[in-house]
């Protein structure tokens, strides 16, 4: 597939446990941006990177929340011990070059996240 | 920090009607501007993006949008609409001149859901 693709599509969990989400941009491309969308909102940006660098952390909610890009493609977004407020759409989104904000993002389907 | 206004939620119409959808974002520097739609079960897709030169900017399927600097608005407009176009709508602003980071990180408005009935 040519797309961003996220895994899982819906998570369920209950309130404390940790989670794991993973991002698989487009090949090749350099930027991968994590945004969040509770409902009836639009999306916001959480956390950017370049390659493996993660560049931007500062739309990340509090350190229950972290980030990972270890060989700069697949990206894995991990909620501890998760609080019924992580409840939303967790969005990842790909583009071709360097933080260029006149670069396309190319957002995945989402990952929705309940926490019971 | 920019901020994106789309006032309305929710707009109702019939098909073949013509439509505008608004937004409005906070500052009058420079910005890039984009559109970003939402069809049901999928992920969001760029429509049409506002960079430099024509003030006016089109996508393949019909919308268009005008960059309107004095009333820092990027309304999106369709003159006839389909029952394919009914999605949810974002309205987006990046600020490459104001970022503090190395990011070009999107800043999205609320969204305008579009019906179209039949």
């Known amino acids: 597939g040519a797309g961003v693709s996220q895994s899982p599509r819906y998570k369920v969990t209950k309130r404390g446990q940790d989670v794991a989400l993973r991002c698989d941009p487009i090949?090749?491309?350099?930027?991968l941006y994590w945004y969040r969308q509770a409902l009836g909102q639009g999306p916001e940006f959480l956390t950017y990177?370049?390659?493996?660098?993660?560049?931007?952390k500062s739309g990340l909610p509090n350190d229950r929340f972290s980030a990972e890009r270890p060989e700069g493609s697949i990206s894995t977004l991990t909620i501890q011990r998760t609080e019924q407020r992580d409840s939303a759409m967790y969005r990842c989104?790909?583009?071709?070059?360097?933080?260029?904000?006149?670069?396309?993002?190319?957002f995945g389907p989402g990952t929705r996240l309940t926490v019971l | 920090a920019q901020s994106v206004t789309q006032l309305d939620s929710q707009v109702p119409v019939f098909e073949e009607a013509p439509v505008e959808l608004r937004c409005n974002y906070s500052?009058?520097?420079?910005?890039?501007l984009f559109w970003y739609v939402q069809y049901p079960n999928q992920g969001l897709q760029l429509l049409l993006k506002?960079?430099?030169?024509?003030?006016l900017v089109e996508s393949i399927n019909g919308f268009e949008a005008e960059f309107n600097k004095s009333q820092t608005s990027f309304h999106l407009r369709k003159p006839s609409v389909h029952i394919s176009d009914t999605a949810e709508y974002f309205c987006?602003?990046?600020?490459?001149?104001?970022?503090?980071?190395?990011?070009?990180?999107?800043?999205f408005g609320t969204g305008t859901r579009l019906q179209v009935f039949p």
């Open positions: 989104a790909s583009s071709l070059e360097r933080g260029r904000a006149e670069d396309t993002q190319y």
């Open positions: 090949s090749g491309h350099v930027s």
């Open positions: 990177f370049n390659y493996e660098a993660q560049q931007d």
């Open positions: 500052s009058s520097v420079s910005v890039y």
């Open positions: 506002y960079l430099s030169g024509s003030t």
């Open positions: 987006a602003v990046s600020d490459p001149w104001g970022r503090s980071y190395n990011t070009d990180k999107l800043i």
